[in-house]
């Protein structure tokens, strides 16, 4: 079966400063990786993802993503956060041939001012 | 812009009051999806369309309908809204996953906010 694993509840981080969300994931065989924002009371909005190719992944809004195959993880990073980069963020997978998606719990972002 | 549609985004019932919650798509996606979110949790899978073929997930509870009269709406029925229902309701879209093209990413609605009283 197909699970996320995202370890933190809240992940603080001071303006400027580098951000890194985990993320580790478990699958029979190759995984769809995919990481979601939401702003409070808003849908999930789509990041990033990696299907196959380059093990970095960028994405929007100054996001990339690392996909390790060997430590089973698939970590978000951002240089440089930004305030408005505080939200909740998810990262999901999926088994080739399957629509559903599993997701991990969520972590929330506090960036400092 | 092609986007995911719900209506309406704050929905207030009364227990045991039917209620329904729309979703439409400019995306002409094969698969469209309702999940339930509570507080901050991660979203949870109801049921998908894959086309007209409807699947339910086992844990899904008989409260909850869902139709899909053509590709671009869908509709999710709670038939008796009770206390434990009240959540956001998120509607997403996708191509098919693994065939040639797809983009095998989701895209969500902005959600709809259900208060159950």
């Known amino acids: 079966a197909q699970s996320v694993a995202q370890p933190e509840d809240q992940v603080n981080v001071a303006e400027g400063n580098p951000l890194t969300v985990k993320c580790t994931y478990s699958?029979?065989?190759?995984?769809?990786l995919f990481w979601y924002v939401q702003y409070p009371n808003r849908g999930l909005q789509f990041l990033l993802k990696?299907?196959?190719?380059?093990?970095l992944v960028k994405g929007s809004y100054g996001f990339e993503a690392e996909f390790n195959k060997s430590q089973t993880s698939f970590h978000l990073k951002k240089p440089s956060a930004l305030v408005s980069d505080s939200a909740l963020y998810f990262c999901?997978?999926?088994?080739?041939?399957?629509?559903?998606?599993?997701f991990g719990k969520g972590n929330q972002v506090v960036v400092i001012p | 812009d092609a986007m995911v549609i719900q209506n309406p985004r704050y929905q207030v019932t009364q227990f045991g009051k039917p209620v329904t919650l729309s979703c439409s798509q400019t995306?002409?996606?094969?698969?469209m999806y309702w999940y339930q979110q509570k507080s901050s949790q991660a979203p949870k899978l109801l049921f998908h369309?894959?086309?007209?073929?409807?699947?339910n997930e086992a844990d899904t509870p008989d409260n909850f309908q869902s139709r899909r009269p053509n590709t671009s709406f869908c509709f999710l029925d709670i038939r008796s809204p009770g206390l434990g229902d009240a959540a956001m309701y998120l509607c997403?879209?996708?191509?098919?996953?693994?065939?040639?093209?797809?983009?095998?990413?989701?895209?969500f609605g902005p959600g709809t906010r259900l208060t159950v009283l």
């Open positions: 997403a879209t996708s191509r098919v996953p693994g065939l040639a093209g797809s983009t095998d990413t989701q895209y």
């Open positions: 699958v029979s065989g190759n995984p769809y």
């Open positions: 990696y299907i196959t190719g380059d093990n």
């Open positions: 999901a997978v999926r088994e080739y041939g399957n629509n559903r998606l599993a």
């Open positions: 995306l002409n996606h094969n698969v």
């Open positions: 369309y894959y086309d007209k073929d409807f699947n």
